[in-house]
Nanobody
């Protein structure tokens, strides 16, 4: 069974950093695209970053470009999201996703349950 499990969220002060992890299991993800998304209360889910499993093809939303970095470690079946210079508007539930075809990602792709990131002012 395919499963994506996020971790690393928490409460951080504005300007601080967090590193999120997404551990993928249950399948070979060698040809997959891995993405990070977030959803704040009352807002739609927002694309953050995407990378191919082997790395090297990262793309970012303008809102996080220059602050967030997506990376992958295929040996550990893990995708990371390094978040620096966090802002209160970054507060959201962050989820990872795996798609054999994406981007774009759809609800038919594999999704984790998410991890809460709260940035205080």
């Amino acid at each position: 069974q395919v499963q994506l499990v996020e971790s690393g969220g928490g409460l951080v002060q504005a300007g601080g950093s967090l590193r999120l992890s997404c551990v993928a299991s249950g399948n070979s993800f060698s040809n997959f695209y891995m993405g990070w998304f977030r959803q704040a209360p009352g807002k739609e889910r927002e694309f953050i970053a995407v990378i191919n499993w082997s790395g090297g093809s990262a793309h970012y939303a303008d809102s996080v470009k220059g602050r967030f970095t997506i990376s992958s470690d295929s040996a550990k079946n893990t995708v990371y999201l390094q978040m620096n210079r966090l802002k209160p508007e970054d507060t959201a539930v962050y989820s990872c996703a795996a798609s054999p075809q994406g981007p774009p990602f759809t609800d038919d792709d594999y999704w984790g349950q998410g991890t809460q990131v709260t940035v205080s002012s």
